[in-house]
């Protein structure tokens, strides 16, 4: 089959921080044909990037805590939630550009080698974000402490784990965010190959 979109028509219902629009369209049918007209909202924001920053000769992770508006009502656990360092792109940076940036604004750490883990789509049934996730190798001897822009309000606790401690956090569901999961797990199963993959260079 041809796979193909009418876009019918396209507004946008709010645009502040983030945006939000609203499509009315048609696409072609598995079985041939078009679907009937449909409207879809779809929530707009910049293509992010995302960074396990891991220290090989300690077996280290680099985790950061803050406060996510979208887990105010979390039932069971706060809405300080424990991530890897991210941040949105900005126009005319790369994503390697921005995983280097991130991490030295968001972690304080200095990124020795980047490796690319994947680049994913996050809730495309209603939102545009797609992220460039990478694991960056750093030494995390003295990282820790208290990081991010007073500008843009960031209060981030960061600190260095075993990455076992980590891991178990997944497990138990402390860490309920789907891009370090995603990271954590990617590097439970090279996390002692890190050295010898190929990655982008600072």
């Not at 048609?26 to 879809?40: K, P, V, Y």
Request: glycine residues 8%; contains cysteine.
């Amino acid at each position: 089959m041809k796979k193909d979109v009418k876009i019918l028509n396209k507004t946008v219902m709010y645009h502040g921080f983030f945006k939000m629009e609203k499509y009315h369209l048609q696409h072609t049918l598995f079985a041939g044909g078009w679907s009937g007209e449909m409207s879809r909202e779809l929530f707009v924001r910049g293509n992010c990037v995302a960074v396990v920053l891991y220290d090989p000769a300690r077996d280290e992770v680099v985790l950061i805590e803050q406060f996510r508006v979208g887990a105010i009502d979390s039932p069971i656990n706060t809405p300080w939630l424990i991530e890897i360092v991210a941040g949105i792109m900005e126009e005319n940076e790369t994503p390697q550009e921005v995983a280097i940036r991130e991490s030295l604004e968001e972690a304080g750490c200095v990124v020795e080698k980047l490796i690319p883990i994947n680049t994913f789509y996050l809730s495309p049934g209603g939102s545009s974000e797609k992220i460039s996730l990478f694991c960056g190798l750093v030494n995390s001897e003295n990282v820790g402490g208290i990081h991010g822009l007073a500008h843009e309000n960031e209060d981030i606790c960061v600190r260095a784990v075993s990455f076992t401690d980590a891991y178990q956090m997944v497990l138990r569901n402390e860490i309920d965010s789907a891009i370090p999961v995603i990271g954590l797990q990617w590097l439970a199963l090279h996390r002692f190959e890190v050295d010898k993959l190929d990655g982008y260079m600072k």
